[in-house]
């Protein structure tokens, strides 16, 4: 069992690993088409070259202003927005599913009712759709043990 609050801080990590794999795509797009637009200046298409070294290197500076300026903006007013986000929190798990509790209500939900698990060194992201999660920052388990075996039930959503 584990009862805490998400902070500002674990909220814009959980928005940073939900969007990692989608901006590793993005940054590999964006050198390419950099890399394209060198190779064509090299074999003499001038125009279309700078043409995608612009597109490249403007796309790599967005995402670097998304990243480190926007995002931390834009997580921490929906942060002050939202309520259940600052609520505390009770979790207890077993071999069938896991429990949560706040002043809000309680729900249980069944181990395969979710349907991937993230996990990073600070917190784990368990889905229940592919843009809706939980998260759980490991600062709040007690032990080493007790994160190996949230992360052992929880991993029974990505065999799903």
Known sequence: MITAAISSEDHLAALRLHRKRAVRRLLLVLAALAAAGAIAIAIGHVLIGAIGIGAGVG???????????????????????????????????????????????????????????????????????????????????RTPEQIDEFRTLASRADAQ
Request: proline letters at 4%.
């Open 59 to 141: 796309g790599l500076i967005g995402e670097f202003v998304q990243s480190r300026f926007a995002l931390p903006r834009r997580a921490r007013k929906i942060y002050q927005q939202q309520a259940s986000l600052r609520a505390t929190y009770t979790y207890s798990w077993d071999a069938d599913g896991l429990s949560a509790s706040s002043e809000a209500g309680h729900v249980r939900r069944r181990w395969p009712d979710y349907i991937k698990l993230l996990e990073s060194d600070r917190l784990f992201l368990l889905y229940h759709s592919d843009i809706m999660f939980e998260i759980f920052p490991k600062s709040w388990f």
